[in-house]
């Protein structure tokens, strides 16, 4: 069973050096047939104006992670974290029992263009953490690459819940293949490009839930670049 979620019917939010697209039900943007999608909660696709930024707001109880595409986004918090996230890495902030932070593009002319994810711990009250990585380039080329999971597998960011995230940039022409165990579900986000998901096409925007499914198979219309998540 596979329910696809359009780019173009996505909550969306303007607020001049902010634009954000929410996949999921956020903020003021209500949908009660998209809350999430098991464990995972939120996917905004922001893109933040030069010079501007989140200003110093809290967090609680959840698992956060950061996944830029273009610019450059710095990230300070009240663990005392300082640093600046970049293309081909990613960032993952366990809220916990409570964490503020703030984010940042100091560049003078070029937008940060990023996904903010947000997935359920596995527990409330969690002590609060932070992770951030670099993700090798090469072995993303035209495969899925683990770049987060519960236990931090292949050298990703570890999240405390049973989820693991895969992220992969595909040439045009190029099929990849995830085998999904019974009772795991999956959801694809396409961040740039365009593939065919069992012979749904889906444009940059677009998301799909998969449930009761063996597997998910994709093929690259375009040069592409996807997150898809396996989830209990």
């Known amino acids: 069973m596979m329910l696809v979620r359009k780019a173009g019917e996505r909550g969306h939010a303007d607020h001049g050096w902010l634009d954000s697209w929410h996949s ?73 029992t409570g964490v503020t932070h703030s984010e940042f593009n100091h560049s003078p002319d070029a937008p940060v263009h990023f996904l903010q994810i947000w997935l359920l711990p596995e527990r409330q009250g969690l002590t609060p953490g932070y992770e951030q990585k670099a993700i090798p380039m090469d072995p993303r080329q035209n495969e899925l690459a683990l770049v987060a999971s519960r236990n931090g597998a292949e050298d990703g960011v570890t999240i405390h819940q049973d989820v693991s995230l895969y992220a992969g940039r595909l040439s045009a022409g190029t099929s990849v293949l995830h085998e999904l165990k019974t009772g795991r579900h999956a959801w694809l986000q396409v961040a740039r490009g365009e593939v065919e998901l069992d012979g749904q096409l889906l444009a940059a925007g677009d998301g799909a839930a998969l449930s009761e499914e063996p597997r998910v198979k994709l093929v690259a219309r375009t040069p592409a670049e996807v997150l898809l998540f396996d989830l209990a």
Do not use: C, W
């Open 24 to 96: 999921f039900s956020f903020a003021d943007y209500y949908d009660p047939r998209f809350m999430g999608f098991r464990h995972l909660r939120v996917i905004n696709e922001d893109r933040v104006a030069p010079g501007q930024g989140f200003p110093t707001h809290p967090h609680r109880d959840m698992e956060i992670l950061t996944y830029i595409l273009e610019g450059e986004l710095e990230h300070k918090d009240s663990m005392g974290n300082g640093s600046v996230i970049r293309p081909g890495e990613v960032q993952r902030m366990t809220a916990g």
